[in-house]
């Protein structure tokens, strides 16, 4: 997301969908809920109208959203959008998710819904594209023109640095999630990557490293 925002021909906007999630499944245990449900409609018609399909006054827009959000969602409106799954390990989404929910479940990380959302897709004609976090991270400048190629939207220069620190596009939910991102200045490799999986979790890890090679082939 911060790649997308900081160019100069770019609208984005955080995980519009949260508020919605929060409210259909009365999840109650993430940080700043009560501020995330002010900030954002839950209806799911209103979340349509008024932030993803907005007017616009820039050509591209960026819509960040994560699968698990969209539970009990009718993915029509998906087909009208062109589609990128960023996926990644699941040893470090598990990790990374622990540090903020103690004891996440599948529902939380949302690597099967992700490729529930990624089938639909496929058995509609829509292909999605599928990208791994850690070829970007070997490779950013040649995995992101392949990516702005496929999307037919020319590459640049600015996507590859930002400025350290908050962007005005975070969602109210940033003081909680993105310590390690507002440090980064770019497509670098963080520290917390090695962090060890909680044992309790190795069930979820094992769970989920199915859904991510599935993912991982499209």
């Given at each position: 997301m911060y790649s997308f925002a900081n160019r100069s021909d770019t609208e984005v906007v955080d995980e519009p969908m949260y508020a919605y999630y929060l409210t259909h499944t009365g999840v109650d245990y993430h940080p700043g809920t009560q501020s995330i449900l002010e900030s954002q409609p839950g209806d799911i018609e209103q979340v349509k109208d008024q932030l993803i399909f907005q007017a616009l006054e820039e050509p591209i827009y960026f819509i960040k959203g994560m699968a698990h959000h969209y539970e009990d969602v009718d993915l029509k409106f998906l087909l009208e959008l062109s589609n990128v799954f960023l996926i990644r390990d699941p040893h470090q989404l598990i990790a990374s998710f622990a540090q903020v929910i103690e004891t996440p479940t599948m529902r939380?990380?949302?690597?099967?819904?992700?490729?529930?959302?990624?089938?639909?897709?496929?058995?509609?004609?829509?292909?999605?594209?599928?990208i791994d976090s850690n070829d970007i991270l070997?490779?950013?400048?040649?995995?992101?023109?392949?990516?702005?190629?496929?999307?037919?939207?020319?590459?640049?220069?600015?996507?590859?640095?930002?400025?350290?620190?908050?962007?005005?596009?975070?969602?109210?939910?940033?003081?909680?999630?993105?310590?390690?991102?507002?440090?980064?200045?770019?497509?670098?490799?963080?520290?917390?990557?090695?962090?060890?999986?909680p044992q309790h979790l190795t069930g979820l890890y094992e769970e989920s490293l199915k859904y991510y090679n599935l993912l991982n082939s499209i």
């Amino acid at each position: 997301m911060y790649s997308f925002a900081n160019r100069s021909d770019t609208e984005v906007v955080d995980e519009p969908m949260y508020a919605y999630y929060l409210t259909h499944t009365g999840v109650d245990y993430h940080p700043g809920t009560q501020s995330i449900l002010e900030s954002q409609p839950g209806d799911i018609e209103q979340v349509k109208d008024q932030l993803i399909f907005q007017a616009l006054e820039e050509p591209i827009y960026f819509i960040k959203g994560m699968a698990h959000h969209y539970e009990d969602v009718d993915l029509k409106f998906l087909l009208e959008l062109s589609n990128v799954f960023l996926i990644r390990d699941p040893h470090q989404l598990i990790a990374s998710f622990a540090q903020v929910i103690e004891t996440p479940t599948m529902r939380d990380i949302g690597l099967k819904r992700e490729w529930e959302i990624a089938r639909y897709l496929i058995d509609q004609g829509k292909q999605p594209i599928v990208i791994d976090s850690n070829d970007i991270l070997s490779d950013p400048q040649g995995q992101l023109s392949e990516l702005c190629t496929k999307l037919d939207i020319p590459f640049s220069d600015q996507m590859l640095s930002w400025k350290a620190g908050p962007i005005k596009q975070d969602g109210c939910w940033a003081e909680h999630w993105y310590s390690n991102v507002w440090k980064s200045t770019g497509f670098q490799k963080q520290k917390t990557s090695s962090r060890e999986l909680p044992q309790h979790l190795t069930g979820l890890y094992e769970e989920s490293l199915k859904y991510y090679n599935l993912l991982n082939s499209i």
